[in-house]
């Protein structure tokens, strides 16, 4: 499905009903929008990790502008603050109330900009493998040192840096460094996580090279009150674990979930435990006690 918002044509799907059957009446579920990360992937990298959730909520998958099946606009229009207002206008053509947000990656850089931008509109915010800062990078470059093989570490700051010069360079790149990305190297998972996103070489490069070295909502986040879950991965090389404890320390209101047999995406390496915390957090009480 298609929506025009904000001066583009943004791609959505949506899985799980919204409105269920209980008895006598029908028994509204929350509403969960879940953002990619990236820059230059897109929603496919949930499918069909996070189906289990929509038993329990109805699970609205975005592509921000620029990326997967959305319309590919002036790069200098994504900047993470219009990939955060881009959320809020979907929420509105939606005619959706107070949401959960699930960003990973990337995604969950833009899902912090828009609990700084938009805290009415949010029920509980996840942030998964993610970072508040630029700062993430010379974190991953450390652990890259550790378990990254020279061809690796020689290659990596290739995409970090903005410095992809073609596809072809990116499927190389991506050939190169995917394993790093998991605890667990199973060939054929790789083969068909790594192939299934619509990738945008554009978008990634201009993010890393424009955007990316701007980032830093480390001031804002002590103002967040939403609860928040923040989901880490031991092995994660990109967004560390000091990225997770950084924003539990920051976030008023946040737990901290650490997976131990996982990379940089937990709910495809342990999808039933992650599945379980996340349903425990979002049906818990909404009052919490701030730390």
């Avoid at 975005?62 to 979907?90: F, K």
């Avoid at 998972?189 to 090279?209: H, V």
Wanted: include cysteine.
């Amino acid at each position: 499905m298609f929506a025009n918002l904000n001066g583009t044509r943004l791609y959505f799907d949506v899985e799980g009903s919204g409105y269920v059957p209980a008895g006598e009446r029908m028994k509204h579920r929350p509403v969960l929008i879940a953002v990619h990360g990236g820059p230059g992937s897109d929603h496919s990298d949930f499918k069909p990790w996070l189906t289990p959730l929509a038993d329990h909520m109805q699970i609205i998958y975005l592509d921000q502008r620029c990326n997967g099946q959305s319309e590919r606009v002036d790069p200098a229009t994504c900047s993470m603050e219009q990939l955060a207002d881009d959320i809020e206008a979907l929420r509105l053509y939606l005619g959706l109330g107070r949401i959960h947000l699930l960003g990973h990656s990337f995604g969950g850089m833009v899902a912090q900009v828009f609990a700084t931008r938009y805290p009415d509109s949010l029920d509980k915010l996840l942030l998964v493998n993610t970072a508040p800062s630029k700062e993430f990078y010379p974190d991953a470059l450390e652990f890259a040192k550790r378990i990254a093989a020279p061809e690796q570490l020689a290659a990596i700051p290739e995409l970090f840096e903005g410095r992809i010069t073609d596809e072809e360079s990116l499927i190389r790149w991506w050939d190169i460094n995917y394993s790093l990305y998991f605890y667990r190297h199973d060939e054929k998972l790789m083969l068909e996580t790594g192939n299934r996103p619509i990738g945008c070489l554009e978008i990634a490069n201009y993010t890393f090279k424009h955007f990316m070295p701007h980032y830093d909502v480390r001031p804002l986040l002590p103002s967040v009150r939403t609860a928040t879950l923040i989901v880490a991965a031991r092995h994660d090389w990109i967004t560390p674990v000091s990225q997770a404890e950084e924003m539990h320390r920051l976030l008023p209101n946040a737990q901290l979930a650490l997976f131990e047999e996982s990379g940089h995406m937990p709910f495809i390496e342990e999808q039933e435990a992650f599945i379980e915390r996340v349903l425990a957090f979002v049906s818990a009480d909404e009052e919490r006690e701030t730390r």
